[in-house]
């Protein structure tokens, strides 16, 4: 069991962590996409170093990575753990002032940077929870960072504590901190092989006790339509507007289901997200998600009718539609492996909490890597509101987070 004296660190770290601004792009051609991220890198190289991980290093693409050595000789499988330091690029993460909330009470949250945010106790289910707990969020006039510096934190903590109290067993433990999570490409130069790990965690969730094993399947989708341009005064029976042609293909979108806004649980959606055109031309990028493959498919197929339907109608055009795979659900790899999911769960259960195995209405690093040869499940952070101006995370579910941690390294050695 964990100890219940751990001297806790997490909070001044990830405090000092929000300093950092790591927002990722989305439209960077370079890797990583920011080079601020790689300060951020720097700094935690200098504390995994001080901790006395002595192979502690950042590589040329801003992987940060250190090895906690096993203090045991049995045959223990190497463990990763995994958190990303890039923060979304929806919302900005310059200047970040973190603000803690101590001894909450109930009621909203009103933030003192912007008083028109609101985080509302009705309609943030988790708060309910938190009664007497001490909440951090912004000022509100950025993100937080907690995702996912929070997961750094984490990691870092229970790390430190393992180290501080060798009487606690464990295996080789790995640690890897990605750029460029946010923008899909956390993994692009991540090196399997030589990070070294059996099996690996992302500390890159949101409630307490969450485990999560399943992710959507995910394509990308992008159509052009072509269509023919002369000089407007002399177009009659000859133009062909491209521009109009695309937004009535986007107009015959279904309004009650099939989108982010009409979908939750297990539902997938067909996703138009970013449109640019002129008369000749016009382009849109869809994300399709699905947590089959099969529905992925069913769900490309639609869109591909639809657009050759409204295109038919227009002799003079040509379709393009091009599908790209971004991600698997990762269950269909976790599945092969299920003790590294259940050891979770025992960690969790140790850490006196009910687990909640769930699922990701979205991607993470665990995705790929579980297709890498990585089986990575993901675990809670505390975090909530992600990419949010009223994105938050309570102390005390943090410093659970640690403990599930510790207790996860235990569950390893004594399961060996």
């Known amino acids: 069991m964990a100890k219940t004296n751990i001297n806790y660190t997490v909070v001044d770290r990830f405090l000092k962590y929000t300093t950092f601004d790591t927002q990722s792009s989305e439209t960077s051609d370079t890797f990583p996409s920011t080079e601020k991220q790689k300060l951020l890198g720097e700094y935690l190289v200098k504390e995994l170093t001080e901790m006395g991980l002595k192979d502690a290093k950042m590589d040329q693409y801003g992987y940060v990575t250190a090895t906690l050595p096993a203090n045991c000789s049995r045959n223990i499988p190497t463990i990763g753990l995994i958190a990303h330091m890039d923060t979304s690029p929806d919302v900005s993460g310059k200047g970040v002032k973190a603000v803690i909330h101590g001894n909450y009470q109930g009621g909203d949250i009103v933030v003192p940077g912007d008083t028109s945010q609101v985080l509302s106790f009705d309609e943030t289910a988790d708060l309910k929870n938190q009664i007497g707990n001490d909440i951090i969020t912004s000022d509100g006039t950025t993100l937080l960072g907690a995702d996912n510096k929070a997961g750094i934190a984490e990691i870092f903590d229970a ?34 092989e030589e990070f070294g790990a059996d099996f690996a965690y992302t500390i890159d969730g949101e409630s307490a006790g969450e485990i999560e094993n399943e992710t959507f399947c995910a394509d990308s989708v992008v159509i052009k339509i072509h269509g023919y341009n002369v000089h407007p005064g002399y177009a009659k029976n000859k133009l062909v507007n491209s521009i109009k042609i695309m937004s009535e293909l986007i107009d015959q979108l279904p309004e009650d289901r099939l989108s982010p806004e009409t979908t939750e649980g297990r539902q997938g959606y067909v996703h138009p997200h970013g449109i640019e055109g002129n008369v000749e031309t016009s382009t849109v990028k869809f994300l399709i998600r699905d947590f089959t493959v099969e529905g992925l498919k069913e769900n490309e197929a639609f869109l591909k009718n639809l657009a050759e339907k409204v295109v038919y109608k227009y002799p003079k055009t040509k379709l393009e539609f091009d599908v790209s795979e971004s991600y698997r659900n990762m269950k269909y790899k976790l599945d092969d492996t299920p003790h590294v999911t ?46 949010s101006k009223l994105e938050w995370i309570s102390v005390q579910d943090m410093q659970k987070a640690v403990d599930v941690i510790v207790n996860l390294v235990q569950v390893w050695a004594e399961k060996a």
């Open 159 to 192: 790390i430190n504590h393992l180290i501080q109290n060798p009487d606690i067993e464990h295996g080789k433990i790995r640690i890897a901190v990605t750029p460029d999570e946010e923008v899909g490409n956390g993994t692009k130069y991540f090196n399997v």
């Open 342 to 387: 259940e050891f979770a769960i025992e960690a969790i259960e140790r850490s006196n909490m009910k687990p909640k195995l769930g699922l990701i209405r979205g991607g993470t690093d665990g995705s790929r890597l579980s297709y890498m040869g990585l089986p990575t499940p993901n675990i809670f952070t505390g975090g909530h509101n992600f990419h």
